[in-house]
């Protein structure tokens, strides 16, 4: 364990530029009273290894795992906890009192979070749901929903052979859609998800006709940037709930700010608008 009294922790990605998480966690450290620095950890792929290996001499307490690192990173941890072992990825490393380091997943609680934020009462299974994309992000996504008792899961996916792979790997309820059938299993829906990249700043909008989408369905977005993405714009606009990627991103950080400084941060609206002003492109 650190002996140092000023925490020291980071987020390790390349490039790490355009992450959100220093500004996030230097707030939570700041609001509680708590002395220490979230650093930018510019870290190339081939010095990974020798990176992690460094946070314990280096006195961090842990750090964020970010693209394109999640999958790689498992490799650098001594252990791994069960869910992400689950999801295939990492994304938080807890440096331990003995200094070892332990790898961990907290996209699919951040995820399941941004959804109660928006509907305290929401639940899993309610009514079919139907997921768009098959990277990490939907394999975070997807199990987080099957753990919260989703009965059906829809899994479409540009390249059909990802999503019928994880469809075979985490079993019921997950079932593979065909793309091309993607307009058609929006119908009795009582979530939509988009994992994909589709509608992403500098991306085209995702191709998808909501005709079929019932009005009672919630539609969610991974995507942060821009805050409403094509995608969301159309549900709002025809009377759907919308919840979009902000929640997820803030709601992951609770859990490893707590692991790291020993206190679990609230999201305010403070916060939110804090982080918002940052995302106005
Ligand atoms: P993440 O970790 O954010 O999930 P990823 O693993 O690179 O990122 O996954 C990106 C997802 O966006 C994939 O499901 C990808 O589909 P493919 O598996 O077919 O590549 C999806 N995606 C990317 N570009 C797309 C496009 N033009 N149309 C549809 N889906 C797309």
Redesign the pocket.
Known sequence: MSSHSYGLAGVMGWPVAHSRSPKLHNYWLEKYGLPGAYVQLAVAPETLGVAIAGLAALGFRGCNIT?PH?VDAMAFVDDIDANAKRVGAINTIVVQPDDSLKGFNHDGFGYIQSLLDAQPDWRADTGPITVL??????RAVVLSLADRGAKEIRLL???PE?AQALASEFGAPVKAVAWADRHAALSDIALLVN????GMHGT?A?DLDLTALPQRALVSD?IYVPLETPLLQAARLRGNATVNGLGMLLNQARPAFQAWFGVMPEITPELRRAIEATLQS
């Open positions: 693209i999640k994309g098959a990277g990490g992000a939907a996916n540009r390249t990802k994992t994909t990249s589709q085209p995702l991974a």
